[in-house]
């Protein structure tokens, strides 16, 4: 089958349209370069953040004072520790040191960060202790950012995914994309790409596994920088590992913090410690603290853990309100309207939510990957709007950097790789018989969960290694389509399954116990692994794990 | 299944289809017997449940149901 390809030519690629990639295009327009964001969706409603937000992590010293690591030290005891200690330490510190910059240019754009003319800290917090989170009017971010971006010239190409990256060990050449809707192929030529695809989901059961959209991240967050980033040989970390989250039962949010009510038992007991009545100021810390206990209460019957907010004063309740609105849950006060629920009434179930990737792209304090002119930022490598924002933003500014020392070329792969990718398409188009993204997705979810669930061995990781490459195998060639969106739901099926596999890869090299990572034949945490990361990356064709110390 | 559209209301305008990130209104729209072509809801369970085409609806024709899976228990 002929497949036409459209050229464009570009200095600097955006690959998402997320915090990170317009953050990104923003800056690094303003220094000069050419750029464009391809985004799968539409920049304006697009990624994790288009729903809103009302917490930016930030370090602001006229707030917090000058001791920068005494703010650090307190939020590794919230829940940021779980993914703060797989980072090191400059890039946490870069992070913050460049946090209040980002506040400010949000605010003179019209993302509102203060409230009454001044910082406001909640939530996220424990009682009487520094405040670690800026609360603010997230909810028209993305369309504000957008606006920045074309301001600017920024060429924004909604509803087009990029799937491969071209390119080899001297740097990024290029980049193919798909047009979500006509199926068209795009070859991007480039001097460098920025890769800010957001989260992981899809890889494990989500809650309600036949609703695959209600997630705490949407429904095309497949980890595609990820995979992409993988194939063309750059390092990953830290890949098996997950983290649970937790928040209102059944309909999947983020943003429990943003909650100012007290986890109770069914008899009204506080499930923790540290607050017995609503405090708008501080959330519930005990959520952060053990994000499993709505799930351990569950199972040995002392649950459900309810949310109780009733008690709240009537401004306090109308802060909430906003707060929640600002965190994206239009759809779910709309629920609790029509089903005549009364946060001042009634208190609602929470639960432990499904299993959340933890696996990153490996890079430095200036958003370099371990491939020249590859640069990564949100999700892919930190995480929360914060982190898209600050990194998004220094990834723009070393883009920029970059493309003046060098001129476009062509990889020596890149034509065969070209056309590898044309046959994979074509045989996703193809009308004989064959398997549905659905039933691709639902196995490899399967696999996972039930192979490199919550408690795994030598001898599970094995033979569900071997059964995933086994379906894969079968998939290879019959993966099909019956249309544009079923073909970029097939194009994500193929960097789950990297994704999947390379999870098994990495588990089975982590020989120990960590957190949520349970071994059983490793029940044990090695203390010599502490301060390291597990790298992945593939050396032609074949994964190759190495132990490294952090930030090394 | 979210969303669901009320034809009697939809002006055929196509924004609740140019604003949906995940294509839930994806493929050739559906012709009514009026002539005006309307967008059709073909992949509801990709839904994010945003809530961003009720708010785009010019004509307030979209009503997210919340499927009975995901309903909130409460007291």
Redesign the interface.
């Known amino acids: 089958m002929k497949l036409e390809i459209e050229n464009i030519k570009t200095d600097v690629l955006c690959v998402g349209g997320g915090i990170a990639g317009l953050m990104a295009a923003i800056r690094a327009r303003d220094l000069g370069a050419d750029v464009i964001i391809a985004e799968?969706?539409?920049t304006?409603?697009?990624?994790s953040a288009?729903?809103g937000n009302d917490h930016f992590w930030c370090y602001i010293p006229e707030y917090h004072g000058n001791d920068i690591n005494a703010f650090i030290k307190e939020c590794m005891l919230t829940q940021l520790g779980n993914m703060l200690s797989n980072l090191s330490y400059p890039i946490i510190r870069t992070w913050l040191e460049n946090s209040h910059e980002i506040v400010k240019l949000w605010d003179s754009w019209g993302i509102p960060m203060k409230k009454d003319g001044k910082y406001d800290f909640s939530g996220h917090s424990f009682p009487g202790r520094i405040m670690t989170h800026l609360k603010y009017k997230g909810r028209m971010q993305k369309p504000i950012l957008t606006d920045q971006a074309l301001k600017r010239g920024v060429k924004i190409m909604d509803?087009v995914m990029v799937f491969e990256l071209l390119g080899d060990k001297q740097g990024i050449t290029g980049a193919l994309g798909m047009d979500?809707?006509q199926g068209r192929l795009i070859k991007f030529q480039t001097k460098t790409a920025i890769l800010g695809t957001g989260a992981v989901i899809r890889l494990y059961p989500g809650v309600?596994p036949?609703?695959?959209?209600?997630?705490i991240r949407?429904?095309?967050s497949t980890g595609d920088g990820r995979a992409m980033a993988y194939r063309i040989g750059a390092e990953l970390f830290n890949v098996e590992l997950f983290s649970r989250h937790a928040g209102?039962?059944?309909?999947c949010r983020s943003g429990q913090a943003t909650w100012s009510g007290v986890c109770r038992d069914p008899d009204g007991k506080p499930i923790g410690k540290y607050i017995e009545k609503p405090n708008i100021k501080y959330s519930d810390m005990i959520i952060e603290v053990d994000k499993q206990i709505f799930e351990r209460y569950h199972e040995a019957g002392k649950g459900?853990i309810?949310m109780d907010c009733r008690g709240l004063s009537e401004s306090d309740y109308a802060y909430l309100r906003e707060a929640l609105l600002n965190e994206?849950n239009?759809?779910?006060i709309?629920?609790?309207k029509?089903?005549g629920?009364d946060l001042m009434k009634?208190?609602?179930?929470f639960s432990t939510y499904e299993f959340r990737y933890l696996g990153r792209i490996a890079m430095n304090e200036h958003t370099e990957t371990s491939i020249p002119g590859l640069y990564t930022a949100g999700d892919e490598s930190t995480f929360s709007i914060s982190g898209a924002a600050v990194f998004g933003w220094l990834s723009g500014e070393q883009a920029t950097r970059y493309i003046k020392n060098i001129d476009f070329r062509s990889g020596e792969k890149d034509s065969d790789n070209i056309e590898k990718q044309k046959l994979m398409i074509s045989s996703m188009k193809s009308e004989s018989y064959g398997y549905d993204w659905k039933d691709a997705n639902l196995a490899l979810q399967h696999t996972l969960a039930d192979y490199a669930g919550a408690i795994k061995s030598e001898a599970t990781l094995t033979a569900g290694l071997s059964h995933l490459r086994r379906l894969r195998k079968k998939l290879d060639n019959s993966l099909r389509a019956r249309?544009p969106?079923e073909l970029i739901r097939c194009l994500e099926v193929r960097n789950l399954y990297d994704l999947g596999e390379i999870t098994f890869i990495a588990a089975l090299e982590r020989k120990e116990s960590r957190g949520m990572f349970k071994r059983s034949d490793y029940p044990y945490t090695d203390p010599l692994l502490n301060g390291k990361v597990l790298i992945i990356k593939n050396s032609e064709g074949k994964p190759i794990t190495e132990w490294r110390e952090m930030g090394g | 299944m979210p969303p669901e559209i009320d034809y009697s209301k939809c002006t055929g305008c196509g924004i609740c289809k140019d604003t949906c990130s995940e294509d839930v209104f994806f493929g050739p729209d559906i012709v009514e017997p009026d002539g005006i072509s309307k967008p059709k809801v073909t992949y509801p369970e990709s839904c994010f449940h945003c809530y961003l085409c009720v708010e785009q609806c010019p004509s307030g024709s979209i009503k997210i149901r919340i499927p009975l899976v995901m309903h909130v228990p409460y007291k």
């Open positions: 799968k969706g539409v304006r409603f697009s990624g288009r729903i509803r979500t809707r309600t036949a609703l695959m959209g209600n997630n949407p429904f095309t209102v039962k059944n309909f459900p309810y994206g239009i759809a779910l709309e629920h609790f029509e089903e629920i009634n208190q609602i179930e249309n969106w």
